[in-house]
């Protein structure tokens, strides 16, 4: 793909094209996995809004929203290593088949401490959907059972993902090169 500049300095990852052929798949997959089934998509705000938008309208299967939020890296790019919840779901999980939905499995962290969380209020099933995976960052040991995209250690922004609150909105995912991140 070549590659191309948005909102200056920011290289094009995944087009938008791209991200909306992977969704549909990973919806297919979940709609085969669960046929006849009920699901929860529960998403991890506030990053995975827009995934959890697109990927619910590739479910053809009886599907219900509620999300989560947890403490997040603060205003740039630095993994604390603590993970908080600030807000639980709105409906009890117990007996569900429940979809965790997040943008981005990176260091682990995150996944490891909702799954925990969620399990312990009996789900059915428990599964985890993530656009990106980004394995060489992992410090916890977990992996995705629906994963869009495999991606490399690189910093990356839109369709969700953000970098100090912005580029949420960029309809492409885009690479920020290091030497724009601040060590916040
Ligand atoms: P964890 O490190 O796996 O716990 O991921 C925690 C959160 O960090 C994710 O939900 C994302 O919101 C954020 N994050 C991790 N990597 C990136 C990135 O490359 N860009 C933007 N946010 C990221
Ligand atoms: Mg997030």
Do not use: W
């Not at 682990?108 to 399990?119: E, K």
């Amino acid at each position: 793909m070549a590659a191309a500049t948005i909102h200056a300095g920011l290289e094009i990852l995944y087009t938008r094209d791209q991200i909306s052929k992977r969704v549909a798949e990973m919806g297919e997959q979940i709609s085969r996995d669960f046929v006849g089934q009920k699901v929860v998509l529960v998403g991890v705000l506030k990053g995975a809004t827009i995934f959890l938008a697109d990927l619910a309208r590739c479910i053809s299967l009886d599907a219900t929203f509620d999300f989560l939020s947890t403490s997040s890296y603060g205003k740039g790019h630095q993994q604390s290593g603590e993970v908080r919840l600030l807000k639980d779901v709105d409906h009890s999980v117990e007996g569900q088949n429940i979809i965790l939905v997040e943008d981005i499995l990176d260091t682990g962290l995150t996944l490891s401490y909702l799954r925990r969380v969620l399990s312990a209020h009996q789900p059915r099933s428990l599964k985890i959907a993530a656009l990106l995976d980004k394995p060489a960052r992992r410090i916890q040991k977990i992996e995705g059972d629906y994963i869009g995209f495999t991606i490399p250690n690189k910093f990356v922004v839109g369709y969700g993902l953000d970098y100090a609150e912005r580029y949420r909105n960029l309809p492409d995912i885009c690479v920020i090169p290091p030497s724009a991140l601040g060590d916040e």
